[in-house]
């Protein structure tokens, strides 16, 4: 089956760091382009950085020198670093596969990991 | 950037009838190298992620209903239900990819039953 299972969220003081996890299943992550999407409570949807199958990464304004995605094809995973966690980051994380048969569009998704900023 | 604007913010529609939502994209996704609008809207429902409806803004992902259809191209784009179910209930998004690159979504349009 096809899945994405991510993990790592939790509660953290402004300022800190996090790392977030995105387990894939049925598919290599390596061979196709991952990206991490976030939703603040009760607003839409943000997209936050991507890593293409060439290693290539990419980040929205928001989040550019503060996070850094990478992967490990050994573990078939994708983590998203958070450095210099602010309140505004405050989210639910999905990790999607950007289809590349789907025009980039993001066919499959995780159920998501809730990051809260707060003191 | 690109910015994405939706109408309307909201919708109510009775069951079996029609609902449409529009997508307006400040520049063209129509990539003239393939003739291809990258342009996909996906549904949301109460705390689930987003789920893939269209894509190539027109073009229905597998298992998708046939109710769901999506047109337009270049920068107006439409998101058409023509019978609306009650699982139909939830937030819906418009998102383009052009180049750098840029995964823009829409602020969605929630829908409801009249």
């Known amino acids: 089956e096809v899945q994405l299972v991510e993990s790592g969220g939790g509660l953290i003081q402004p300022g800190g760091s996090l790392r977030l996890s995105c387990a894939a299943s049925g598919f290599t992550v390596s061979s196709n382009f991952m990206t991490w999407v976030r939703q603040a409570p009760g607003k839409g949807l943000e997209w936050v950085s991507v890593i293409y199958s060439g290693g290539s990464t990419y980040y929205a304004d928001s989040v550019k020198g503060r996070f850094t995605i990478s992967r490990d094809s050994s573990k078939n995973t994708v983590y998203l670093q958070m450095n210099s966690l602010r309140a505004e980051d405050t989210a639910v994380y999905y990790c999607?596969?950007?289809?590349?048969?789907?025009?980039?569009?993001?066919?499959?998704w995780g159920q998501g990991t809730m990051v809260t900023v707060s003191s | 950037d690109i910015v994405m604007t939706q109408s309307p913010d909201s919708l109510a529609v009775s069951l079996g009838e029609r609902a449409t939502i529009n997508c307006k994209s400040s520049q063209s996704v129509l990539y003239s190298s393939n003739n291809k609008n990258y342009l996909a809207w996906y549904q949301q429902k109460p705390g689930q992620p987003p789920k893939l409806l269209i894509y190539w803004a027109s073009t229905r992902e597998s298992g998708v209903p046939e109710r769901f259809s999506g047109s337009g191209s270049g920068t107006d784009f439409t998101l058409t239900i023509t019978s609306l179910q009650a699982e139909d209930v939830a937030v819906y998004f418009c998102q383009q990819f052009f180049g750098t690159p840029s995964f823009t979504f829409g602020p969605g349009t929630k829908v409801d039953i009249k």
């Open positions: 999607a596969r950007t289809g590349l048969l789907t025009g980039y569009a993001f066919d499959i």
